[in-house]
């Protein structure tokens, strides 16, 4: 569940000295472009050396009119961040950051459904690059083998469009990282600097669950989400708030809450992220 390692919705890795590994090139917006042709992203990537956030820069230039699948994507970012403001670090060419700008959204479907879709997204994109399993944990966090590897952030604008930002360490040694962070180098067991294919595939996963939601099919995206996150069914938790207990997650609700089961078989939703960590065996 949210923070079971401490890491925060939106803390980042941070450099614990010695130096960070040597980064990848900048993103070239015209190749990411090509690589998703037929995406409604085609064209319309907007890539910066360096921006105090992907979804502070999107936000600016959808201010001065920037399309439905506007996408921002960063070398660096000053002040990314996460979830409750959680600043998340961002050193050049190590990671990948990126924001994409939805317009049209329906605005009687919950901003989770979004950020759940996002998360499916990027965890197939991650599996995708790396080879390995990496799942998701309720309701926005990448992890790999318990350790948090990225996160999603979605913020609404007005009542239809919608950013959503992701971030993605990728290229991080295990002496770059805290304990309870990794990346998608380590994960595969060498060092990735292709930023662009995971930027792509992402973007193209991207489309495919947006889609779903476009066509109210929400269904189809509830069912993904809870192939790839294996916590949200028969793990053991501790909720804290509104009111303390512990229980047993039991999938998620029509809006994306996570669901607790309690002892007498009633459920739960929770709808606050750091309202719940993992209970002890």
Not at 2 to 12: E, T, V
Not at 22 to 28: H, Y
Request: a positive charge; hydrophobic letters at 40%.
């Amino acid at each position: 569940m949210a923070d079971p390692l401490g890491s925060g919705g939106g803390s980042g890795a941070r450099g614990r000295g010695g130096g960070l590994n040597a980064c990848g090139a900048p993103i070239d917006a015209g190749r990411l472009s090509a690589l998703v042709s037929g995406t409604p992203f085609a064209g319309r990537i907007h890539a910066r050396l360096i921006v105090d956030s992907t979804n502070d820069e999107l936000r600016r230039l959808a201010d001065r009119g920037a399309p439905d699948g506007s996408v921002v994507v960063a070398h660096a970012q000053s002040a990314g961040r996460g979830r409750l403001g959680r600043h998340w670090h961002s050193p050049a060419g190590l990671g990948l950051y990126l924001s994409v700008l939805f317009r049209g959204v329906d605005p009687g479907q919950p901003v989770t459904r979004w950020t759940l879709a996002s998360a499916v997204a990027a965890c197939r994109a991650c599996r995708s690059s790396c080879g390995r399993s990496v799942e998701i944990d309720w309701p926005n966090d990448l992890v790999f083998e318990g350790r948090k590897l990225g996160g999603i952030l979605a913020e609404l604008r007005g009542r239809s469009e919608l950013i959503i930002g992701t971030g993605i360490n990728v290229t991080q040694r295990e002496e770059d990282l805290p304990p309870h962070v990794t990346s998608l180098s380590i994960a595969a067991g060498r060092i990735m600097l292709d930023r662009e294919r995971l930027a792509s595939l992402y973007l193209r996963e991207l489309a495919q669950v947006a889609d779903s939601l476009r066509r109210a099919a929400w269904d189809e995206v509830a069912r993904s989400w809870l192939a790839l996150a294996p916590g949200a069914v028969g793990r053991r938790v501790r909720v804290l708030s509104p009111m303390r207990f512990e229980g047993t997650t039991a999938g998620i609700d029509d809006t994306g809450a996570l669901l607790v089961r309690h002892g007498d078989g009633t459920t739960t939703a929770v709808r606050m992220a750091d309202a719940v960590e993992a209970a002890e065996e």
